[in-house]
């Protein structure tokens, strides 16, 4: 494949938290390749620096984390491609480029709009930042937007306030402010956790529609298999700071090859994946961040694991782009 | 059930405590206001052990001395020692301070959980004294209560206590609003517990962070206040010392410029002992709501 | 939004009824004759026991209290207050002189300490965890601690004694031109909105950090927002609220304050004439004082209610008025 396909290009990130006089390694070594116009899930159990992953993209860290080492290569089609790691959080080029390239939308809707402006006015917010436009045909823009979002009287309802809108509503002008400047990733965290599981469907479908209308990348942070199922077209799994496998979508739910990720699929239920096999839980609990076991980060609730499994696995190719961190990947010994 | 409940809960809360008062030593803010406090309250205490003066003695012969060895910070118009007039002084303002606020505390403890956890009626109509009372300047208050009581130091703790019951108030009505609705309750009530054992030993509990900060502040309040009021002279009665009363001489600008002696000492007990207190609820805060930091 | 601001406005004239009525009873309770306290003494010297039964009679001071209490509270907001049984004057006339200068001091500590208070509070948090942070809690925390009095105390005794910037005392309009009489008031404002100042410092600070840690500045900044901006539209904007509602709760501090900054200062305001009043037992003037007092703090809170009101699109849209408590 060409460079140029890769929208993004993580390699080897790390990323740190200092709290207090500790330092936790939320994100330790994470390389990733993010296709154009595709979709990208990372899943994992919460805590595993997924989000910390897509804040890193957007270096939208808090205070006390930041970016210690690794590069984020963002190539947009129309300039050149820069290293995002590089740029401190404040600086130009990054503000420049956070809603008008890449977009982000988080987890809970209910509090990412600020409850003092109208609903308009925030995303006509992000317009006036990036364009030089007339306030009357950002309006336009900005109706037209939430029409495509199917929200209900659009021209009117710009005039509401956020704490007039519900859950699911919510979602949708996040997803309007997101797509407004039109950007080429658009990183959803978590986006439908907070909302009934009969929005969450309508949110995930109207954001393939606009997918297949606009044509953008879509990351999408979920910890829930079922809807990287539905959406994604490649997956990378991540367990305590680093990606455990990574493929595409068929690889991963067809031929599993990291200990985790297999474990990961017995202990959720994904709809017509043998229905009558009993749901497992992944023995042990996550180690802490700050105080990891050297070597391989699975292996103290690992099945397979050995003596071996003290020294870091590689993170090799096991075939197709397919990509496993296992001493067991290639040897066969996973292949049960 | 409910007993094994109950004693359920009381194990987790007094480890709770613990751990809380473990974060309370390792909170610097809250170590210096602890210690302050307590060195003051100690040196008030142990005021005969620290001076040998009589604090109301009257020695016309030793009228506005300076500081010196023997008068560590001089002798006031008629002669009496200043350190001992601070040091005792010191004791009445405390006791004021602290009796008025733990006074309007026990109010605002009891009306608000009847408050909160009833409501109707008997809500809105304290909520509306509450709203009242808060909004009248507590100072004018104070002097309209003292013109039906009389001055004296057990009036003013009366008058405390009756004004500074409704930021206590509103708290635990607050809290108590929101965690009625709790699940915990409605167990409580599927046990069958009754309505004023879930309010004061289920609900009650978990108000009483907050009403603790509440407390310290309601104290600083209290003693700037008693200063405040007797320093105009209509405080506690100018014969008992209270650190207000010793400033009461400062009202004239000739003992501002030449007797500096007579009110810095007494303004600087009162500034370090609130500092201590406030210190003391800023840690406290932190311990118990850390995102508040 | 309308309906809040009318609700509002009405539900001040219960409150106001019943500060009166507590007035009023402290008036009856207060020792004296009534009579003395409503005609010019000069006449009353000349009056007769009868003379004073009747004019009682003919006054309705024998009708029920609570008939006496809305005569009194009509005859107030006439104008008639009676009269200062000490010095004789109409009682209308002392607070015509002294209650402007009283609300000039307290409006000006008031917009003091708001100026001091909040920059110190924003950059405060700006700059949270640093060295100018650590020192501004650090005088934060003894400026709430210290008596506003003792303040005042030393702020005499430096800028006015020592420096000489300052008069030490006193007020006077007469014969000073706008300049010179600002000069009067810069010590007793500054002295009376130090407190107040420490205290909004700490709040705007944390009231501000509590925002920063919100969802929506998080989607500020994703939108490529400035930081200016960003704190600027979405962090203090939004701290505003309860940041009014601090100053809500601490206006009476302040009126209260303000009656013994005066007495430092000399400053001839209500405050030292209440003073005055109560160690010369001039009940009826002690009173009318207190309730006129009163009244500014409760129409300034009801003014600082709708500013928070104004703030917060769900009180303002008529929604949950608890809301903006």
């Given at each position: 494949m060409n460079k140029q396909d890769y929208i993004l290009s993580i390699n080897d990130l790390k990323t740190q938290f200092k709290i207090g006089k500790?330092?936790?390694?939320?994100?330790?070594?994470?390389?990733?390749n993010v296709r154009r116009g595709k979709t990208m899930g990372l899943v994992g159990e919460s805590g595993c620096g997924k989000s910390v992953t897509a804040h890193s993209i957007m270096q939208l860290l808090p205070k006390a984390g930041s970016i210690k080492e690794g590069e984020i290569i963002f190539r947009p089609q129309n300039s050149e491609e820069f290293d995002i790691a590089k740029y401190r959080k404040t600086d130009k080029k990054l503000r420049n480029m956070r809603g008008r390239q890449i977009s982000m939308i988080f987890q809970d809707p209910m509090s990412s709009l600020n409850p003092v402006y109208r609903i308009g006015d925030q995303i006509i917010e992000s317009i006036i930042q990036h364009e030089r436009i007339s306030k009357k045909a950002a309006i336009k823009r900005t109706v037209d937007m939430l029409e495509m979002l199917s929200i209900p009287q659009a021209d009117k309802r710009i005039m509401d306030y956020p704490?007039?809108?519900?859950?699911?509503?919510?979602?949708?002008?996040?997803?309007?402010?997101?797509?407004?400047?039109?950007?080429?990733?658009?990183?959803?965290?978590?986006?439908?956790?907070?909302?009934?599981?009969?929005?969450?469907?309508?949110?995930?479908?109207?954001?393939?529609?606009?997918?297949?209308q606009l044509g953008f990348t879509i990351i999408i942070i979920t910890h829930?298999?079922?809807?990287?199922?539905?959406?994604?077209?490649?997956?990378?799994?991540?367990?305590?700071g680093k990606i455990m496998e990574f493929g595409a979508k068929e690889d991963i739910f067809l031929r599993p090859t990291h200990p985790y990720t297999r474990a990961l699929l017995k202990s959720v239920p994904v709809l017509g994946n043998g229905g009558n096999d009993r749901l497992e839980p992944i023995r042990g609990t996550t180690p802490d961040p700050s105080d990891m076991p050297e070597g391989c980060s699975f292996m103290p609730r690992c099945d397979l694991a050995t003596e071996k499994c003290k020294n870091a696995p590689p993170y090799e190719d096991v075939g197709n782009g397919h990509m496993v961190r296992c001493w067991y990947a290639k040897g066969g010994a996973a292949n049960e | 059930m409910a007993t094994v409940l109950a004693s359920k809960q009381k194990v987790k809360k007094s480890s709770l405590a613990k751990r809380n008062l473990q974060k309370l030593l390792n909170n610097k803010l809250a170590v210096f206001g602890l210690i302050v406090v307590t060195a003051m309250i100690l040196a008030c205490i142990a005021a005969p052990l620290l001076t040998p003066y009589d604090p109301m003695k009257i020695s016309l012969s030793e009228r506005d001395l300076e500081p010196s060895s023997n008068h560590l910070f001089g002798t006031d118009k008629l002669g009496r020692d200043v350190f001992a007039r601070t040091l005792y002084g010191g004791r009445m303002s405390i006791l004021i301070g602290l009796s008025g606020a733990i006074g309007g505390m026990l109010l605002g403890v009891i009306f608000g959980s009847l408050c909160g956890f009833f409501g109707g009626t008997l809500d809105a109509i304290f909520v509306k004294i509450a709203e009242l009372v808060s909004v009248v300047p507590q100072l004018l208050l104070v002097l309209v209560l003292s013109t039906f009581l009389g001055a004296g130091v057990q009036n003013l703790i009366y008058v405390f206590m009756f004004t500074g019951w409704v930021a206590t108030f509103r708290l635990v009505r607050g809290r108590f609003f929101s965690l009625r609705e709790e699940s915990f309750v409605e167990a409580c009530r599927a046990f069958g517990i009754g309505n004023l054992s879930i309010a004061f030993k289920h609900i009650l509990p978990n108000c009483l962070g907050p009403v603790a900060v509440q407390l310290t502040l309601n104290t600083a309040g209290f003693i700037l206040q008693e200063a405040a009021l007797s320093f105009i002279g209509l405080g506690v009665p100018s014969g008992v010392p209270t650190w207000g009363n010793i400033m009461n001489a400062a009202k004239e600008i000739i003992v501002i410029t030449q007797s500096p002696w007579l009110w810095i000492p007494p303004g600087i007990a009162i500034a370090l002992f609130v500092l201590g207190v406030n210190s003391l609820g800023d840690g406290m805060r932190d311990v118990l709501d850390p995102s508040q930091l | 939004m309308l309906k809040y601001f009318v609700s509002r406005i009405l539900l001040l004239i219960p409150m106001l009824l019943v500060i009166g009525?507590?007035?009023?009873?402290?008036?009856?309770?207060?020792?004296?004759?009534?009579?003395?306290?409503?005609?010019?003494?000069?006449?009353?010297?000349?009056?007769?026991?009868?003379?004073?039964?009747?004019?009682?009679e003919s006054l309705g001071l024998n009708d029920p209290m609570l008939v006496r209490y809305f005569r009194w509270l009509f005859n107030l907001i006439k104008g008639d207050m009676g009269y200062s049984v000490v010095t004789g004057?109409?009682?209308?006339?002392?607070?015509?002189?002294?209650?402007?200068?009283?609300?000039?001091?307290?409006?000006a500590a008031l917009i003091i300490s708001t100026i001091i208070g909040l920059l110190f509070g924003i950059v405060s948090a700006i700059k949270s965890n640093t060295f100018i942070d650590y020192i501004s809690s650090v005088l934060g925390v003894i400026g709430i601690s210290m008596p506003e009095f003792f303040i005042g105390i030393l702020a005499l005794l430096i800028f006015a004694i020592r420096l000489k910037w300052f008069p030490a005392q006193g007020r006077t309009d007469v014969g000073?031109?706008?300049?010179?009489?600002?000069?009067?008031?810069?010590?007793?404002?500054?002295?009376?909105?130090?407190?107040?100042?420490?205290?909004l410092m700490r709040y705007t600070r944390n009231a501000m950090l509590d925002v920063l840690n919100k969802d929506y500045v998080k989607t500020a900044r994703a939108k490529g927002l400035p930081e200016w901006k960003v704190y600027y539209k979405h962090v203090f904007r939004n701290s505003l609220m309860p940041i009014s509602v601090l100053l809500l709760l601490r206006l009476p501090m302040l009126i209260g304050g303000s009656v013994v900054i005066e007495q430092v200062f000399g400053y001839a305001g209500v405050g030292s004439r209440l003073l005055a009043a109560i160690n010369g037992s001039d009940y009826q003037l002690v009173l009318?004082?207190?309730?006129?007092?009163?009244?500014?703090?409760?129409?300034?809170?009801?003014?600082?209610?709708?500013?928070?009101?104004?703030?917060?699109?769900?009180?303002?849209?008529?929604?949950?008025?608890?809301?903006?408590?």
């Open positions: 500790r330092v936790v390694k939320a994100v330790d070594g994470v390389t990733l704490h007039q809108f519900s859950g699911g509503m919510k979602q949708r002008v996040m997803i309007a402010m997101g797509l407004i400047t039109n950007p080429e990733l658009l990183i959803a965290d978590e986006p439908t956790t907070a909302l009934d599981v009969t929005i969450q469907a309508q949110i995930l479908e109207l954001m393939q529609q606009m997918q297949e829930n298999m079922g809807i990287v199922a539905d959406m994604a077209d490649d997956i990378a799994v991540m367990y305590m | - | 009525l507590v007035v009023f009873i402290g008036l009856e309770l207060a020792p004296g004759d009534p009579i003395t306290a409503m005609i010019p003494p000069d006449q009353l010297s000349s009056m007769t026991l009868e003379d004073i039964e009747a004019m009682r004057t109409p009682i209308a006339s002392i607070i015509q002189n002294l209650l402007p200068a009283t609300i000039k001091l307290t409006f000073l031109n706008a300049l010179q009489s600002l000069k009067y008031l810069v010590l007793p404002a500054c002295s009376l909105g130090m407190v107040l100042a420490a205290a009318v004082i207190i309730l006129l007092l009163s009244t500014v703090s409760l129409l300034a809170s009801v003014l600082i209610d709708m500013f928070t009101a104004l703030l917060d699109p769900r009180v303002r849209l008529g929604g949950d008025i608890g809301g903006a408590k």
